[in-house]
């Protein structure tokens, strides 16, 4: 739901050796709408990393997003670091800029400095800018487009959004090779058992028993967004270290939904999305064990992250917020998603704790 990246000066390196870093071991992605721009990501498992900027667009990228410093800083030095080390020549192009992303970074505390959101307004409602307010005593503009455009207000929500929902909520990736539909929870939803997640009870101190929730607590679905309409599936930001790396950003945003509601848009209703059976899983959407029985699924040409799901509780998938069709609801879509206010997943382990503090703060401030 919120990207940035770090303006590097010169080429990426080695982390043990001044020479160029092979770039041919990331898959790339050239977002159509923003042509000169080239997004690398690891294609084992979907860490975003670096964004190169081409001469075409390095200009219209600071003026958009307010860069202030010296714009000569980014060529600054790269022709000897190259040469002197004999590289690769092909990562000398003139005028080029590269940047890492957030959340690929080990530590961000004392190097990057957040100042403000842009493009709030293709949210349609606000998006994480509601919520991520004020870092470190200072509150961060919402500026609806680029750095310097009109600013929206606290709890903002497009004119053109309606309170009529759809029977099913459209998600899909940037490319449009990942796209799926979400129905809301009926009967069925109350059949799986389940342990608590980290976001509901911290699991570096609650007792394995709790955990394992005894009292079969259907967690994952809260109550509607106002009387008369479904209920709701649980959401919530997580801050461990390998959400935090696949997506290239401190946070990500998980919506905990029950996998027989989840079905590939090609498909029909009762042929709902099944990850370990190939002749139902999206074509395109590439598999990463981040642990034994701990899968993440992302789009194989684009890199979004889609899917995170446990071989421990197959009945209830994680969803990835940021793959909401905003059209319809925005995308925190309150109307199907009820968004946990009291707690980051895993904000021990965030290499951010102010960010995290932030987060948690104006989550309880929002909500």
Known sequence: MAFYSVKIVGVPLEADKQ??????????YCPPD?????RYFCPTCS????????????????????????PRQCDYDVRRRIDGVNGDLKYNEEGVEWRVAGGALNKSEGIVKPMYHLHVASTMDGG??????????????????????????????SPELKEEQPRELDMYCHCGTISVKISPPEEIATEPRAPFPDLLYPADVTRLAKQRNPGDVK???????????????????????????????EFQPWGFVIQAYVRESVRGPDEPIEFPQDDLRPQGLKQYASSPGRYREFCAKCGATAFWWTAGRPDIIDVSMGLINQSYDGVRAEHWFQWHKDRVSFAEKATSPVLVQALGDGLKAFY
């Open 128 to 157: 994480m800018s509601d919520v991520l307010r004020v870092v470190e005593g200072v509150e961060l503009p919402r500026y609806s487009e680029g750095y310097g455009s009109p600013l929206l207000p606290l709890k903002w929500r």
């Open 19 to 28: 020479v160029p870093f092979n770039m041919d071991l990331f898959s790339t």
């Open 47 to 70: 860490a975003h990393m670096l964004v190169k900027i081409g001469p075409s667009q390095r200009g219209k990228v600071d003026a958009e997003e307010g860069f202030l410093g010296d």
């Open 219 to 249: 967690w994952w679905l809260r109550p509607p967004y106002k009387e008369g309409e479904h209920d709701r599936y649980l959401a919530g930001y997580c801050a461990c270290s390998y959400c935090r790396a696949s997506s290239g950003f």
């Open 34 to 38: 923003r042509q000169g721009v080239t």
